[in-house]
């Protein structure tokens, strides 16, 4: 597979991102959602894997989280709970503005967007694939977990022609693998076609699942 990794971080319309502008105008576009206290620069291992033709770019979240890097919803200090889908759409709704501000600006629409979240991020992603599925192709959710309330805020089967990559680790001691294959069966029954890679590890993506996260997107 072809790749590249040169990027540049800018701030735009109040967001800091790194951006890989692909190698084909007009091409796809992947877009990667950090998890809790990252920033855009945590999902770039992923750019590798990521075909050369492919845009990608990687929003640092709006809420600074009290334990250092960004929150994709706000909480206080001392808070933990997982977050409820509500509560990520005021942050999903903004980068959505931003994505087709951007798009205006450039003159450069892709052909198909996509997304990529670990952890949180990937909670962030699946909230946006069920609110608005018509404007994403193919979603890879990395030791994610289904936003509470998920199963009662949106309509049954909107996901028809979606592709969805789950991937966990068996050992994943801060998100429990059983969250993550609650998410892929919940997306399966709202119609998107599903793959899974699990692994042996912890809270992180495996070699193997490295490699299905590449050949997801490969096409």
């Known amino acids: 597979m072809q790749t590249g990794t040169d990027s540049l971080v800018e701030t735009r319309m109040g967001w800091t991102v790194r951006f890989r502008p692909g190698a084909a105008p007009g091409g ?11 920033d855009e620069n945590s999902m770039w291992v992923f750019v590798g894997q990521v075909p050369a033709a492919w845009s990608v770019i990687a929003p640092r979240a709006p809420y600074p989280s009290p334990d250092g890097g960004y929150s994709w919803r706000e909480r206080g200090p ?57 404007r994403f192709r193919r979603v890879a959710a990395l030791s994610g977990f289904l936003p509470v309330g998920a199963a ?39 119609g998107a076609s599903v793959r ?21 997107f490969a096409t």
């Not at 796809?28 to 206290?37: D, F, N, Q, S």
């Not at 966990?168 to 709202?190: N, Y």
Request: aromatic share 8%.
């Open 28 to 38: 796809p576009l992947l877009v990667l959602l950090h998890g809790w206290t990252g």
């Open 78 to 134: 001392g808070e933990w709970t997982y977050p409820e889908i509500g509560s990520l759409w005021a942050a999903g709704t903004s980068l959505l503005t931003f994505l087709d501000q951007l798009f205006a600006d450039t003159g450069n629409r892709p052909s198909e967007v996509n997304l990529a979240g670990f952890s949180q991020g990937a909670a962030m992603a699946i909230a946006l694939l069920l609110k608005t599925p018509e």
């Open 196 to 216: 899974i890679c699990e692994s042996d590890g912890g809270h992180k993506v495996s070699k193997e699942c490295m490699q299905a996260f590449g050949s997801f």
């Open 152 to 190: 009662t805020a949106v309509p049954e089967a909107r996901l028809a022609g979606r592709e969805v990559l789950v991937t966990h680790g068996r050992q994943d001691e801060i998100v429990p693998v059983a969250m993550g294959r609650r998410l892929a069966s919940f997306v399966e029954q709202q």
